[in-house]
């Protein structure tokens, strides 16, 4: 084996298993949050028993991370819990602790939280608690660089255990904190569910040309990963582990539409590419990286590596593929279908706004972004005109259509063009409120209520 082949293979157990106690922490940006699901979270367990529920934030070559820890259970020393009550009823709990259980609870089921909870306060960068191996005494240990001038800030937590002289507890702080591979016991990440049709699968091809589909749901650093198919659990020693793959669950969709976190490598030589890996060859070295810009497949060495930087993917979890009929010739808003107004327009373009209610006859269209397509059956070129209804008093009185068209601070005329199964029309800066959308042509009306 030769020296790359050898570095190689000993960064595997490191960059398949990459992670770690606090060495500091500063609050974190929970913007985002909303696109990931319950399977994209992992939970950190250190080798203190302390478990972190959250997301990678960086993966660093030497193994160290940066990790978005959205809660956590920790073990520290008591000095500084005070305010202790006891609640027999999740119910009682103040709101955001009680939201917080509900919003992260397959994590909490981890925990063997018991009917009656006990609450505290406590500062939110505690001493942690370690003991002194070499004297068998209980130290005072600060982490380094536990945000000092933050002491005096303290949180509501959940004691789990207490003893004389330390607490392990339930926070609630989301917090950025960095972490040490040599002191992490397992990262585990659940399984994707069945019903679920997009996400990111791995493939390992072993040393002995085994080849085993599913997900990567454990890594233990230097011991094993566990990758789960089906329900069932397969263990691989880190050292029999030749290559992982990630593969996408749906294969219309890019990989990068359905992968959760947008990836940036950086690589030694200060360049960067972002997009997805989709292979990792620690026999060869070679890694394989899908760039965000042009599907190109670029080809990096491993030993390269510096760190790899995650961030929520905004257009995460991919859209619906909805195929709309326009069989009947069928006029949709977005994938809505419409319904023409029953309102008869008089040559002069006079609408009865009298015969309208507003409330029964509008369509709702959820609004995502700020633009609506419209569309209808293929080879209708008809005009479009989109009118917001700026002075809702219309609506008792006859109206003519050219006054609204003209009073309208935001009317948009588009003439529709070809794009698959139909033609479109989009129309832009679109916001809340009540809508006109005109089909000239047909002489086809439509009131939208955008929400």
Known sequence: MNIRLHISKALAAILIAASAPSLGAEEMDTTNLSNLRPFDYEIVVLKDG???????????????????????????????????????????????????????????KTLGLKETIQLATYPRYPKLFEPDVENDTVADSQAASNLSGEKGIVEKIIVLEESLDSIRYISFTPKTETIAYADIDERINPDLPPNINYGIRDRVITSDGKTYIGRITRRRPGRNIVITSDGTDKTIPIENVNITERIGTDPAKTIQEQAPFITRTVFKNGRSVI???????????????????????????????????????????????????????????????????????????????????????????PLSGDSITVSVPIGNRSAMTLTWLSDQSNFSSEVSLMNLLVKSPAPQTRIAKPANEATICTFNSIKKGYYILSLLESEQFYLLRVE
């Open 50 to 108: 302390s478990r972190m529920y959250g997301y990678t934030g960086t993966e660093f070559a030497d193994g160290s991370i940066t990790f978005n820890t959205l809660i956590s259970t920790r073990l520290a020393h008591r000095e500084g819990l005070e305010n202790q009550m006891k609640y027999t009823s999740r119910e009682q709990l103040p709101g955001f602790i009680r939201k917080s259980l509900k919003r992260y609870e397959p994590f909490v």
């Open 275 to 365: 997009g997805t890996i989709i292979l990792m060859d620690y026999e060869t070295g070679d890694m394989k990286i899908i760039s965000n810009t042009g599907n190109d497949t670029l080809h990096r060495k491993i030993d390269n590596l510096e760190r790899r930087v995650y961030e929520i993917n905004p257009h995460y979890p991919p859209k619906k593929v909805v195929r709309l009929d326009y069989s009947a010739a069928q006029v949709y808003a977005d994938t809505i279908l419409l319904t023409p107004m029953n309102v008869k327009i008089s040559k002069a373009g006079i609408i009865d706004m009298k015969k309208i209610d507003l409330e029964q006859d509008a369509i709702a269209i």
